[in-house]
């Protein structure tokens, strides 16, 4: 029976892990995918996405 809950924590361990180790990207949608245009966090915003494409490789 121990075995059986240490096999349903480690799979829910498994279930949060990729929502925590999110890309630059994932998070920069999460935060601006809907900011108020003029803003600061708007202003903010641009300045991430710039960054973002700057470190993006060009293929």
Known sequence: ????VAL??????AGLA???A???A???NADCG???????QARSC???REQLQASRPNC
Request: avoid cysteine.
């Open 34 to 40: 809907s900011v108020v245009p003029g803003s600061d």
């Open 8 to 13: 349903v924590v480690l799979v829910a361990a």
């Open 22 to 24: 999110q890309s630059p």
């Open 1 to 4: 029976m121990s075995k059986l």
């Open 46 to 48: 641009a300045a991430r």
């Open 26 to 28: 994932d998070r920069y």
């Open 18 to 20: 990729p929502a925590i």
